[in-house]
């Protein structure tokens, strides 16, 4: 068993190597929010589909002010209309326009759009005069300008976001590849383990880390399932283990230390078991545990609420980013200007519950006086987390930090 501590960059590469790409299902669009594309979006038409008027105004042809060079005044006749969705059909001639509104096709023999403002109508309204030359192209979206035929506008590992969709939508397109949700199955253990919504008694307590971790998977994407509280009895947790084999992953919470009650461990060495390994050189979360038994991937997280959050913020996190084959860097570090003062760190990395604010367009964060990792209410509180390297010097108030933002309903 190994029990030299691992550095955080030396865990994070340990559980992205152990972890592969699930498998994938096809989903309708309007499903698709917050999932993970598993094949590049393709567009099988132009967007626009042809040229189309930015303005409302009157559609002419360029040529018309290149051929005639006597006189700045023009005068067109207005032959028909052309709307979005109910364009004009003929071809327009020499020195005819069409009135054109936003979003409408331009209609043959014309490249150019004069808006409504720029125009003089004649009293019978069966003509125009255009005082000034206008631009070639003006006013104009040409066909293809948002995305062209065959262009991939997202790649394979992007998360969905409200903006993908409407792009998605206008492809024409309305079921998606993704990766499926991975399923995370959550044990909770402890005598002293209530599950939620049962009556608290005394020497009980609440199972709020089961609470909080399922709403974290979710968050990262996959699906939580909250096993049975687990009383602290080997073959109990054996069992429990046992039933929960079918999961993408398994996490625990609470007993991977080396204390009396604590039988996680020694709950794993009853399956084919492998730890890939145990206690890490990071605060809060020192005792957490990696492994696979029967070749299903176990976190196991330390019990204390703070403890099993930052773990999970980052490790499990980490773990369903893998399996859905979403790319994106994490974690991703701000800077940030500290208010206060904070002492010299010592030998573990150290991640400091704090709140944030922007001064003038500057991150500035405020770590709480106590950082006890039993204190849930703290965290909770906090929206970020300073990230201290092992052995920093001091830092004084008004020094430069690097803080991990929370990310969205964390």
């Known amino acids: 068993m190994q029990s030299d501590l691992l550095s955080l960059d030396e865990a994070i590469n340990k559980i992205k ?14 499903d ?9 979006i393709i567009s099988e038409i132009d967007n ?36 979005a969705g109910v364009p004009f059909s003929k071809k327009i001639n020499a020195q005819e326009t069409v009135r054109i509104f936003t979003g409408a096709k331009l209609p043959k023999g014309s490249n150019t759009v004069i808006i409504q403002e720029d125009v003089k109508l004649l ?7 255009i005082e000034e030359t206008p631009k070639k192209n003006q006013f104009v979206r040409k066909k293809g300008l948002d995305f062209k035929r065959k262009n991939i506008l997202f790649k394979v590992g992007t ?33 002293e383990i209530l599950k939620v919504g049962e009556q608290i008694s005394k020497d009980k307590i609440p199972s709020g880390n089961s609470l909080m971790l399922a709403s974290m998977v979710q968050e990262f994407g996959g699906i939580a399932r909250i096993l049975p509280v687990a009383k602290d009895n080997l073959q109990d947790i054996y069992e429990i283990l046992e039933n929960a084999l079918d999961s993408d ?8 230390s080396v204390g009396k009650y604590d039988l996680i461990q020694k709950a794993l060495s009853k399956f ?28 196991g997280l330390p019990g204390n609420p703070v403890s099993s ?15 859905l084959g979403n790319n994106s860097y994490f974690p991703l570090l701000e800077n940030g200007i500290l208010n206060g003062n904070m002492s010299k760190n010592d030998k573990r990395l150290d991640f400091v519950r704090a709140k944030s604010r922007y001064n003038n367009g500057v991150l500035n964060v405020t770590p709480f006086n106590l950082q006890d990792s039993s204190m849930i209410t703290n965290f909770s509180r906090a929206d970020c987390l300073i990230v201290r390297d092992p052995f920093e010097k001091s830092i004084s108030n008004g020094e430069k930090v690097k803080v991990l933002k929370f990310p969205n309903n964390i």
């Not at 890939?276 to 990696?290: H, N, S």
Request: proline share 4%.
């Open 17 to 30: 190597s152990s972890f592969q790409k699930i498998s994938n299902e096809d989903i309708f669009l309007k």
């Open 309 to 323: 959050g930052v773990c999970s913020l980052i490790f499990v996190n980490i773990a369903i980013r893998k399996m």
């Open 48 to 83: 626009p589909k042809y040229d189309v008027s930015s303005m409302d105004g009157y559609a002419v042809n360029h040529k018309d002010f290149t051929k005639i060079k006597d006189s700045r005044i023009k005068k067109f006749k207005i032959v028909g209309e052309s709307s």
């Open 249 to 256: 992953l398994i996490i625990t919470t609470g007993g991977v």
């Open 123 to 129: 009293d019978n309204e069966n003509f125009i005069i």
């Open 272 to 299: 084919k078991n492998k730890i890939e390994f145990w206690k890490i050189a990071m605060r809060p979360g020192k005792p957490l545990l990696f492994s696979k038994i029967n070749n299903t991937p176990l976190i």
């Open 159 to 191: 998360i969905l976001k409200s903006r993908h969709l409407g792009s998605i939508a206008m492809t024409g397109q309305a079921w998606l590849t993704v990766s499926r949700k991975p399923t995370v199955s959550i044990l909770s253990t402890g005598n």
């Open 32 to 40: 698709a929010l917050g999932r993970c594309l598993a094949k590049p």
